[in-house]
């Protein structure tokens, strides 16, 4: 089987490190039930096991994961979209407290860096395209990384020491980042600012807000805005699809605007299945959005979207907030049948049916 790297042939020791440890990680990250957490239950639970719960459904549901985490058969995986969450509560003990409960049920699994997965998710629907099913590792063993590039892999380079020096000092640095925790990556952006204010929500939110209203008019359905919208999406990540579609079909007749056009078709038509997740996930919420003629854009959705496009394709469990879980789960979208993800919002519930597992 031909594995993912991003289009690019190994070059190094490092590239080939990087490889194996990715797909051992992967093969790890599949054989146990993956159970996706908002920021939301990420903080409910903090408190819980720092012995001030919310509610004893909060405790009992903490109590619960721990214990399958324990087990090996549960595992809670952490999104930037948590991570950068994260980094906004003000308070060094309640964000250290946070990343240490992370680190206790996410067990050091961690998805990648969005635009990453983006780009392997454009690879993987390429490769799909030439190549029967079993030729290519699933899609969701090859989204993984380890807490410390969680926002994206780094090691030195373009430094003054002979390429095999520069090698060898690579591949240290790679292996001794990959034993950070969460709470250590914290600690050592304790002096960083805030990765988004309050305000820059709120105006990305207005902005968004005005342009619905403004263009409501091109929209008589909710095709039409889903139309819109994976047009939308594929033009934003539309690099990285033409990098992978040049990898792939290399002397290929097929243009990628031909490919493009074939995307948003399958996207609008509901034929995407679930290939290209994050591009297909943020088009269906976005024009759900849309096509709800009073409903605004508000400071934390866009944040959410991301926690949708993370969690529901390679989790089995989606806990979320109320109002999201309800969006994904709708009569128009269905995320959680595509993706068969169980989508909980209410505590007790997710109590309910993780318990089945104990």
Known sequence: MEPLNGGKPIQSALDEYRQRRALEIGRWAIGVKRVYLDTNFWIFLRDARSGAPRSRNHERLYRTLATLVCQRKVVCPVSEASFL?????????TRTDTAIVMDELSMGLVLDWYDKRVRTEALHYFRSLHSPPDSLYPLAQCVWTCPAFILGEFVPSNTAFKPDEETAIQCAFYQHLEQQRLQDVVASLSQAASPFSDQ??????ERLTDGKFRNAGQIGSFQEALSLEAEGALDVYRSALAEACAH???GCE???KEHLNLIAKLIRTDQIGTRLPFIAINAGIHASVRWNRKQKFKPH???DFMHAAAGLPYCDYFLSENSLAKLVSSAQLRFDRRYQTQVISDPAEAVEALAALL
Do not use: C, G, P
């Open 254 to 256: 097929s243009s990628l």
């Open 248 to 250: 792939v079909n290399a």
């Open 301 to 303: 959705d866009w944040m």
């Open 200 to 205: 820059y929500l709120e105006t990305f939110a």
């Open 85 to 93: 969450e994260l980094l906004r509560q003000e308070e060094r003990k």
